[in-house]
């Protein structure tokens, strides 16, 4: 990128001077640094109404990269014009800001730098500065915030800012500038979550790992079974080399395994925790923790699930593609021929495929509609009710058309001898096994007597509770007593 573009802001800038009445007017912000980062933040800053100074050690050359309202100067003219300073420079570079200790003195430090590794420092970046600058007072803030998101605006990104400090009004100051920014300032508290807070952009997907292992985990199970009745099978009881088939068909044999009982993973915790509910009597005993990290993590394996399902018919339409399959109708035309067969039409299997891609198409499209209203765009534009109804409702709705999709696909195969390879069960028929107890126990809490029960624990009631009441005399007097609440 040029320097001409690298000047030019993504956002218009605002003209400040003409609008005496943003907080911002007339308010003084100092950024030490001339990297993308600072220049973006620079950017920002600007367009949010703040007067901004960069401290730069060669001014004159970098000056080009910053917009034309920004004033870059060196380090020490721009850290005395300003009383709030963001230190957008790496850890190893703090040293070379020693000689404006003085300078410094008083003044608030915002630290944005990040590590390259978790807990590389013994301390964080953030109290690694202060140690240098003990004068000053340091925040920790915007280090979750990337250079595109400052240059986007926040509608384009992550729009909380953590910020964490010892001093309160210092925190308070920073907090003010990310509000006129755009952003949602976090209260992290004092100074020593700047360890977590400089963790956090380091970690990759920390919510995703236990489902991305438990899909990874079924998906190795499942293949391995397909691989033993699809290849090895053939191989060993006829010496038919079905080594073809792995890259495609088994591995189209295995997402819908995955697709499926992910799915019911997302409803069987709901079934396990309405389980403990009704044993216990009582919405007030806490879950086992495997069951909170459980319910806490639908929204990643009801995502994946989605995945391995358009995985699936992604491979479905291309199984026609390939060229084994081409072989195969010119073989089942050549017999046919031989055998003089004119009419090779079977009714049922016909209405089988039919019924099976169409229940197959509806399901899909669900799973769909349960992924885009997971994303936080859209589930924010919904209400509660709106949000249960398509989560819940449709979603369970999805595991039983899914259901219906398996039992078209297995038909009547079930009960054929042949199907059973090494003595193994088609792999359809182990999937049943936990959606169909899923969509059983949801049958089984829809039972009137059951569900009453249930609603009135979830709205507090609880076996074994005592209540108090009040009974009128014989002689027109009350007296009290007390009852179990589960009379």
């Known amino acids: ?32 640094g001339s990297g993308d980062f600072a220049r973006s933040l620079a950017i920002r800053l600007v367009c949010s109404g703040f007067k901004v100074v960069v401290g730069s050690r060669n001014p004159k050359r970098k000056a080009s990269l910053f917009p034309s309202a920004a004033e870059v100067t060196f380090q020490a003219e721009a850290v005395k014009k300003t009383d709030v300073i963001f230190v957008a420079v790496f850890r190893e570079h703090y040293s070379t800001l020693c000689d404006l200790a003085d300078v410094l003195a008083g003044k608030i430090l915002v630290d944005v730098s990040n590590n390259t590794e978790i807990n590389h420092h013994k301390e964080s970046n953030a109290e690694y500065l202060a140690s240098l600058f003990p004068a000053c007072t340091v925040v920790k803030g915007f ?6 998101t400052l240059q986007s605006g926040a509608r384009d990104g992550n729009k909380q800012v953590l910020i964490c400090s010892n001093n309160q009004e210092a925190k308070r100051t920073v907090a003010e500038i990310a509000q006129v920014m755009g952003f949602t300032p976090v209260d992290m508290g004092c100074m020593s979550s700047a360890c977590e807070i400089e963790n956090i952009p380091l970690r990759l997907l920390p919510a995703w790992k236990i489902p991305i292992f438990l899909s990874l985990g079924l998906f190795l199970c499942f293949f391995t079974y397909n691989l033993i009745r699809q290849v090895i099978h053939p191989y060993i009881r006829e010496q038919k080399n079905k080594l073809y088939k792995i890259p495609i068909e088994v591995v189209n044999t295995t997402l819908p395994c995955v697709a499926y009982v992910m799915l019911s993973l997302v409803y069987l915790p709901g079934v396990l ?31 994946l ?15 026609p593609m390939r060229r084994s399959h081409r072989y195969q109708l010119i073989e089942m035309a050549v017999k046919q021929a031989v055998e003089k067969k004119m009419n090779i039409w079977v009714e049922e299997e016909v209405w089988r495929m039919e019924i099976y891609i169409s229940v197959g198409i509806i399901a899909l499209g669900l799973l769909s509609l349960l992924a885009i209203t997971s994303l936080p765009s859209i589930a924010n534009s919904l209400n509660w009710r709106e949000f249960s109804f398509i989560q819940s ?27 059973y390879k090494f003595y193994l069960p088609p792999t359809y028929t182990l999937t049943l096994l936990v959606p169909c107890t899923v969509i059983l126990a949801k049958v089984f809490f829809n039972l009137p007597c059951i569900r009453q029960r249930l609603v009135r624990i979830r709205r507090g009631w609880e076996k074994g509770r005592y209540v ?14 007390e009852t179990s609440s589960n009379v």
Request: with cysteine; aromatic share 12%.
């Open 1 to 32: 990128m040029s320097r001409g573009d690298m000047a030019k802001p993504l956002l218009g800038h605002r003209n400040t001077e003409s609008d005496p009445n943003t907080p911002a007017a007339g308010r003084t912000i100092g950024v030490l």
């Open 143 to 148: 280090n979750v915030v990337s250079a595109w």
């Open 273 to 303: 925790a309405a389980c403990l509910q009704l044993y216990y009597g009582t919405k007030y005993k806490r879950f086992p923790d495997w069951l909170d990290q459980w319910l806490q993590h639908r929204k990643q394996i009801g995502l």
């Open 305 to 319: 699930s989605f995945f391995s399902a358009a995985l699936h018919a992604v491979y479905s339409l291309c199984l």
């Open 393 to 419: 409702t449709l979603g369970f709705i999805a595991l039983v058309i899914s259901t219906l999709h398996t039992l078209t696909y297995g038909w009547s195969r079930a009960f054929d001898e042949n199907q």
């Open 468 to 481: 108090k009441f009040v009974l009128p005399s014989t002689t027109g007097e009350y007296s009290s007593g």
